[in-house]
DNA sequence: GTAGCTGCAAACGATTTGCAGTGTT
DNA sequence: AACACTGCAAATCGTTTGCAGCTAC
């Protein structure tokens, strides 16, 4: 997307802009799939041949420390990552390994409102979000919510 | 706990009965930590000390995939294991990266009324929980829920 | 008796690290 | 010029595997 949106994100949280930043926070920004790195690499590296895989987890980790992005522990045990950092919920999918991306305002309401009800003694709560597991009926088509 | 339980539990997934599973399922149905297979194994091992890492990993597999206990991702990246099947909710402990469970029928029928009301087409939800994440304020105390 | 289980050691995949060289500021 | 960043290869960590011997049924 818009590279100047890009490079002022970087360079918002003091971190030096390098080609391999740029290109790996444009990957993930473009990206629906929540990549694995690897993933992130096999993509970029086609038009940037040079790039390194340990650059590419250097650099997510940077990301995430400076919470430029998130970090997404998969029930298959790789992490995936993900650009969005506004609150939204996942869907895992089982079969197909996907993870989806899942918002309402109404879910969101619903949720804000029940943890506003409870009191969490010496909790400090800092993300919470609905993780929907399912499978796909048919592997091939799409899901849709209504 | 009871002994007759955990082999009544195993048998009935046609598995044989060896002292290593009845120890695995055992500490972890003990444990309140939502152990990994490395702390399950550290345990055992002190009244077991025959026992190898390779047998506690292959009985966790073997009970998860009986559906016996489940595997729960974290998202420092390592796998925990949760002797609990019934339907709960897991709040994640940043600073001391803690699991703890948590339970609220009120909440269990908040979300269920909600999925009820959309519709999820070619998805079929396997799973449903609110994943919480937080830092104890005082990492050395507990937290309490009202 | 036999299939299923265990223990060992080696293999594996994902991620991290140390370090010398390079690029951004 | 200084320091942060990159690329490479080696190291590490959690987990899995192959296989020979053992055990529950």
Redesign the pocket.
């Known amino acids: 997307m818009n590279l100047e949106i890009i490079t002022k994100a970087i360079?918002s949280k003091g971190?030096?802009?390098?080609?391999?930043?740029i290109v790996v926070y444009q990957a993930l920004l473009a990206s629906v799939i929540h990549p694995?790195?690897?993933q992130i690499y096999d993509q970029i590296k086609e038009s940037n041949p040079?790039?390194?895989?340990?650059?590419v987890?250097?650099?997510l980790?940077?990301f995430v420390e400076n919470r430029l992005i998130n970090k997404v522990p998969s029930p298959n045990?790789?992490?995936r990552y993900d650009a969005r950092t506004d609150y939204h919920n996942h869907i895992y999918i089982s079969n197909t390994n996907e993870i989806m991306d899942y918002d309402d305002i109404e879910l969101k309401e619903i949720l804000l409102n029940y943890l506003k009800k409870k009191q969490f003694e010496n909790l400090n709560i800092t993300d919470f979000k609905l993780q929907i597991k399912g499978e796909k009926i048919d592997p091939i088509k799409g899901i849709t919510i209504s």
Chains 1, 2 share one sequence.
């Open positions: 360079a971190l030096k802009i390098t080609h391999q930043r694995t790195a690897e040079a790039i390194s895989l340990a650059t987890y250097k650099t980790e940077t045990g790789t992490m």
